[in-house]
């Protein structure tokens, strides 16, 4: 049952995130979505390192690894690597450019932003599913309550990129309905990347410290690549700013005080 509860909680939040396009008339205005962008990101990069990248070291420590940086380095280097393949093969497009990435397609632009989206939840789906199987195993360093931290912090900052998706698509002229089943769909493959993980695992435990450092590595790229550059683009790049020390406190404190 935890489980289930933790590789659910993240899509719980996308799919609430893309419900506001039911309770809001207009767009977000670009000064609160540079908000959310950064909180976002401060999530993010909060549970790198206190969910994945310090157990990564504690564990390669535990099993007397030579240089107990030495997975967590390698996982790092690794997990950056993984994302800038994806973000060069598949085609998408991210938010305020006309721009796509990728391999050249005729995918709608709105299929591109979904696709995006997908992208930066790939790796999320995979943090909490490595993090979940080690406590499955009984990691010393990874309790249940840890587990659940790291999923309501991704499932926290789920929540306004599943608006930032749906919200665009609806004033790009799509129903609410078709913009909210756009928005939660985005999502979907977080829980998938984590059952995969998760049923993997046994086979990869003996690696698990670069797996947790793999993880860490693919999410801090999304925020170095994706959300702040765009957060910090245009006007009032100070509130991006404050949006990532709120997320980064926030997700210090759920993993501190529940790991």
């Known amino acids: 049952m935890t489980i289930t509860i933790g590789l659910l909680i993240p899509f719980i939040g996308t799919i609430l995130g893309a419900a506001m396009v039911f309770m ?16 976002a990101s401060g999530v993010m990069v909060a549970a790198s390192v206190w969910s994945l990248l310090i157990p990564s070291i504690e564990m390669a420590e535990v099993q007397g690894t030579l240089a107990s940086w030495l997975p967590a380095s390698v996982g790092f280097l690794a997990g950056m690597a993984f994302l800038l393949l994806l973000d060069s093969l598949i085609p998408h497009l991210h938010l305020h450019s006309d721009e796509p990435e990728g391999v050249n397609s005729k995918l709608k632009k709105s299929t591109m932003l ?10 999320e789906g995979m943090a909490v599913g490595v993090v979940l199987a080690g406590m499955m195993e ?9 587990a659940m931290a790291l999923s309501i912090g991704i499932a926290i900052q789920n929540f306004p990129e599943g608006a930032i998706v749906s919200m665009p698509l ?47 590595g693919a999410m801090i790229y999304v925020v170095v690549e994706e959300l702040i550059p765009e957060a910090q683009s245009g006007r009032h790049s100070n509130v991006a700013t404050i949006g990532v020390a709120l997320g980064f406190v926030l997700m210090m404190i759920l993993d501190v005080a529940l790991g």
């Open 138 to 146: 009984g990691v010393s360093n990874i309790t249940g309550a840890g």
């Open 170 to 216: 609806k004033s790009a002229g799509q129903s609410r309905r078709k913009a909210f089943v756009a928005g939660a769909l985005s999502g979907v493959v977080e829980p998938i990347a984590g059952i995969i993980t998760i049923l993997l695992i046994r086979i990869m435990l003996p690696v698990l410290p670069y797996l947790l450092a793999f993880a860490a």
């Open 24 to 39: 809001l008339k207009d767009e977000i205005s670009p000064r609160l979505q540079k908000l959310l962008l950064g909180f």
């Open 114 to 123: 979904v696709l995006a989206i997908t992208l930066h939840n790939i790796p």
